[in-house]
Protein backbone atom coordinates (compact mmCIF):
# COMPACT_ATOMS: atom_id res chain seq x y z
CA UNK A 1 0.00 0.00 0.00
CA UNK A 2 1.67 3.09 -1.20
CA UNK A 3 1.01 5.64 1.38
CA UNK A 4 3.27 8.72 2.59
CA UNK A 5 4.87 7.99 6.29
CA UNK A 6 5.84 10.79 8.21
CA UNK A 7 7.73 9.17 11.73
CA UNK A 8 7.83 11.85 13.96
CA UNK A 9 9.73 12.75 16.79
CA UNK A 10 13.44 11.86 16.16
CA UNK A 11 15.85 12.42 18.19
CA UNK A 12 19.06 10.73 17.00
CA UNK A 13 21.13 10.18 13.90
CA UNK A 14 20.56 6.38 14.54
CA UNK A 15 16.78 6.44 14.22
CA UNK A 16 16.87 9.13 11.49
CA UNK A 17 18.75 6.40 9.68
CA UNK A 18 16.80 3.43 10.66
CA UNK A 19 13.07 5.29 9.78
CA UNK A 20 14.75 6.59 6.39
CA UNK A 21 15.97 3.23 5.50
CA UNK A 22 12.69 1.63 6.15
CA UNK A 23 10.60 3.86 3.96
CA UNK A 24 9.56 6.92 5.82
CA UNK A 25 8.74 9.76 3.33
CA UNK A 26 9.21 12.37 6.14
CA UNK A 27 11.13 12.72 9.40
CA UNK A 28 9.70 14.74 12.02
CA UNK A 29 11.79 16.72 14.79
CA UNK A 30 9.80 18.62 18.08
CA UNK A 31 12.17 21.77 18.33
CA UNK A 32 12.49 23.80 21.88
CA UNK A 33 9.34 22.21 23.19
CA UNK A 34 10.10 21.47 26.92
CA UNK A 35 6.96 20.02 27.63
CA UNK A 36 8.08 17.61 25.20
CA UNK A 37 9.89 14.26 25.91
CA UNK A 38 11.06 13.64 22.61
CA UNK A 39 12.36 17.27 22.17
CA UNK A 40 15.77 18.33 20.75
CA UNK A 41 17.20 21.74 20.41
CA UNK A 42 18.00 23.55 16.96
CA UNK A 43 21.65 22.50 17.11
CA UNK A 44 21.14 18.62 17.50
CA UNK A 45 18.04 19.08 14.54
CA UNK A 46 21.03 20.70 12.41
CA UNK A 47 23.24 18.01 13.19
CA UNK A 48 20.67 14.67 12.49
CA UNK A 49 19.40 16.99 9.47
CA UNK A 50 22.36 17.64 7.48
CA UNK A 51 23.59 13.85 8.13
CA UNK A 52 20.64 12.28 6.99
CA UNK A 53 19.96 14.50 4.00
CA UNK A 54 23.56 12.91 2.79
CA UNK A 55 22.17 9.41 3.42
CA UNK A 56 18.75 10.03 1.83
CA UNK A 57 18.67 13.01 -0.22
CA UNK A 58 15.04 13.28 -1.18
CA UNK A 59 13.46 13.02 2.39
CA UNK A 60 11.93 15.63 4.02
CA UNK A 61 12.41 17.13 7.05
CA UNK A 62 9.31 18.58 9.53
CA UNK A 63 10.50 20.67 12.68
CA UNK A 64 7.92 20.86 14.97
CA UNK A 65 6.83 24.05 16.88
CA UNK A 66 4.26 24.91 19.33
CA UNK A 67 3.21 28.56 19.51
CA UNK A 68 6.85 29.82 19.13
CA UNK A 69 8.16 33.46 18.38
CA UNK A 70 7.99 33.82 14.71
CA UNK A 71 11.59 35.18 14.41
CA UNK A 72 13.35 32.31 15.96
CA UNK A 73 11.18 29.81 13.58
CA UNK A 74 12.48 31.61 10.83
CA UNK A 75 15.93 31.29 12.16
CA UNK A 76 15.81 27.48 13.20
CA UNK A 77 14.24 26.94 9.48
CA UNK A 78 16.90 28.09 8.23
CA UNK A 79 20.21 27.21 10.27
CA UNK A 80 18.36 23.56 10.48
CA UNK A 81 17.55 23.52 6.79
CA UNK A 82 14.19 22.37 7.61
CA UNK A 83 11.68 21.64 4.49
CA UNK A 84 8.30 22.09 6.46
CA UNK A 85 7.02 24.01 8.99
CA UNK A 86 4.46 21.94 11.47
CA UNK A 87 2.87 24.56 13.90
CA UNK A 88 1.05 22.30 16.86
CA UNK A 89 0.26 25.38 18.74
CA UNK A 90 -2.38 28.27 18.83
CA UNK A 91 -0.79 30.25 15.77
CA UNK A 92 -3.09 32.74 14.35
CA UNK A 93 -3.77 32.92 10.65
CA UNK A 94 -2.00 35.78 9.70
CA UNK A 95 1.07 34.05 11.85
CA UNK A 96 0.41 30.94 9.16
CA UNK A 97 0.07 33.58 6.09
CA UNK A 98 2.99 35.02 6.99
CA UNK A 99 5.45 31.93 7.27
CA UNK A 100 4.01 30.29 4.40
CA UNK A 101 5.46 33.34 2.58
CA UNK A 102 8.78 31.86 3.01
CA UNK A 103 8.12 28.36 4.16
CA UNK A 104 5.79 24.95 3.94
CA UNK A 105 3.44 25.15 6.93
CA UNK A 106 1.06 22.73 8.11
CA UNK A 107 -1.13 23.57 10.87
CA UNK A 108 -2.28 20.35 13.04
CA UNK A 109 -5.63 20.14 14.63
CA UNK A 110 -6.40 18.58 17.67
CA UNK A 111 -9.65 16.37 17.59
CA UNK A 112 -11.71 15.83 20.40
CA UNK A 113 -15.22 16.75 19.22
CA UNK A 114 -17.19 17.96 16.36
CA UNK A 115 -16.37 21.68 17.06
CA UNK A 116 -13.04 21.27 16.62
CA UNK A 117 -13.49 20.44 13.04
CA UNK A 118 -14.53 24.29 12.15
CA UNK A 119 -10.84 24.83 12.83
CA UNK A 120 -10.24 22.87 9.17
CA UNK A 121 -11.93 24.99 7.42
CA UNK A 122 -10.25 28.43 9.18
CA UNK A 123 -6.95 26.99 8.22
CA UNK A 124 -6.94 24.80 4.79
CA UNK A 125 -7.00 27.90 2.66
CA UNK A 126 -4.20 29.61 4.25
CA UNK A 127 -1.87 26.35 4.87
CA UNK A 128 -0.27 23.92 2.64
CA UNK A 129 -1.19 20.70 5.02
CA UNK A 130 -3.61 20.17 7.72
CA UNK A 131 -2.76 17.26 9.67
CA UNK A 132 -5.69 15.76 12.28
CA UNK A 133 -4.66 14.54 15.31
CA UNK A 134 -5.68 13.43 18.78
CA UNK A 135 -3.39 15.48 21.11
CA UNK A 136 0.17 16.31 21.85
CA UNK A 137 2.23 12.96 21.67
CA UNK A 138 -0.92 11.63 23.29
CA UNK A 139 -0.80 8.30 21.52
CA UNK A 140 -4.53 8.15 21.68
CA UNK A 141 -6.61 8.06 18.61
CA UNK A 142 -9.17 10.14 16.89
CA UNK A 143 -12.86 8.69 16.78
CA UNK A 144 -13.21 8.45 13.40
CA UNK A 145 -16.82 8.69 13.77
CA UNK A 146 -16.48 12.45 13.57
CA UNK A 147 -13.90 12.07 10.59
CA UNK A 148 -16.85 10.77 8.18
CA UNK A 149 -17.14 12.43 5.19
CA UNK A 150 -13.51 14.87 5.73
CA UNK A 151 -11.01 14.73 3.02
CA UNK A 152 -8.15 14.22 5.66
CA UNK A 153 -4.92 15.01 4.43
CA UNK A 154 -2.41 13.86 7.66
CA UNK A 155 -3.54 11.71 10.06
CA UNK A 156 -1.81 11.50 13.19
CA UNK A 157 -2.79 9.40 16.76
CA UNK A 158 -2.22 5.86 18.26
CA UNK A 159 -1.43 4.71 15.02
CA UNK A 160 0.46 1.51 14.99
CA UNK A 161 1.54 -1.78 13.61
CA UNK A 162 -1.56 -3.52 14.73
CA UNK A 163 -4.50 -1.01 13.81
CA UNK A 164 -2.72 0.85 10.57
CA UNK A 165 -4.53 -0.77 8.15
CA UNK A 166 -8.03 -0.54 9.75
CA UNK A 167 -7.16 3.21 10.07
CA UNK A 168 -6.18 4.03 6.56
CA UNK A 169 -9.27 2.09 5.32
CA UNK A 170 -11.86 3.91 7.61
CA UNK A 171 -10.46 7.02 6.96
CA UNK A 172 -8.35 7.38 3.70
CA UNK A 173 -5.94 10.16 4.98
CA UNK A 174 -2.74 11.38 1.78
CA UNK A 175 -0.32 10.70 4.99
CA UNK A 176 0.28 9.01 8.45
CA UNK A 177 2.16 9.90 10.84
CA UNK A 178 3.66 8.22 13.38
CA UNK A 179 5.53 8.82 16.80
CA UNK A 180 4.51 6.23 19.79
CA UNK A 181 3.22 3.65 18.16
CA UNK A 182 7.24 2.50 17.02
CA UNK A 183 9.02 3.40 20.18
CA UNK A 184 10.46 1.25 22.85
CA UNK A 185 10.06 4.71 24.88
CA UNK A 186 9.55 8.34 23.89
CA UNK A 187 12.44 9.66 21.91
CA UNK A 188 13.54 6.30 21.34
CA UNK A 189 12.23 4.00 17.97
CA UNK A 190 12.92 0.49 17.77
CA UNK A 191 13.83 -1.26 14.90
CA UNK A 192 11.47 -4.36 15.08
CA UNK A 193 8.13 -1.76 15.46
CA UNK A 194 9.60 0.06 12.06
CA UNK A 195 9.83 -3.01 10.33
CA UNK A 196 6.77 -4.16 11.05
CA UNK A 197 5.30 -0.91 10.50
CA UNK A 198 6.14 -0.67 6.71
CA UNK A 199 5.62 -4.49 6.03
CA UNK A 200 2.09 -4.57 7.15
CA UNK A 201 2.34 -1.10 4.57
CA UNK A 202 4.06 -3.00 1.83
CA UNK A 203 2.08 -5.87 1.92
Known amino acids: MKINVKICGVTSKEDALLVASAGA ?62 LHGGESIEYCQNLKRITNVWKTIIVKSEKDLSLIKKYENVVDRIMLDAGRGSGEQIDFGLLK ?20 DHVSPQMIDVSSGVEIEPGRKDAGLITELFDTLNK
Open 25 to 86: THLGFIIDVPTSKRTLSREDVADIVQYIKSEYSGIICVGVFVDKIFEDVLSIVKDCKLDVVQ
Open 149 to 168: GINVDILAGGITRENVLEII
